[in-house]
Each structure stands twice: as C-alpha cells, then as structure tokens.
C-alpha cells in the first residue's frame, strides 16, 4: 500500500486528555517518523509535532481520534508526492 509523509500538528489544552493521547499515538506507532512535544507553561497548552510516513486512510484515522479527544486539536500536512 502506498503511504505518504504527513505532519500531524496538535495543541493540548486540558492536561487529562494526555493520556488518551499518548495511547493513540503509541497504537499507530508504527507509523510514526518521530515526534516532538513542547509545553508551553505560560499558556497551559501543549504543542506536539508527530511526522508519519502511513497511507492516507491511517493518517485520517488518527487525526480524526485525536480531534475528537476533549480539549485537544489535530491538524494534518500532507506531502504533495
């Protein structure tokens, strides 16, 4: 199956959805190139860049239950090839 590269962009704004997605990002570990958190203490949030190499459906799938996790948001950046 063909994969492509992505960038998967998320901010955290409530600390018990860490856990959640720690859980989901170790599920599709195998998908993922690597990872970078960066807590930014003087707003209370959490940015983590997550780069995947994963077929388009995987790539949805995680984006889509993070997105869905309380106070958390996911945003995707495809390749163009």
């Known amino acids: 199956m063909e994969t492509r590269i992505a960038l998967l962009g998320i901010i955290v704004e409530n600390v018990d959805a860490v856990e959640p997605l720690n859980d989901l990002l170790h599920e599709y570990s ?12 003087n707003r209370s949030i959490s940015i983590i860049s997550v780069v ?5 459906d995987i ?11 309380r106070g958390v948001n996911a945003k995707v950046v495809y390749t163009k090839a």
């Open 30 to 41: 195998q998908y993922i190139v690597g990872r970078m958190g960066i807590p930014y203490r």
């Open 52 to 56: 995947l190499d994963a077929p388009n």
């Open 59 to 69: 790539i949805s799938a995680l984006s889509g239950k993070i997105g869905k996790l």
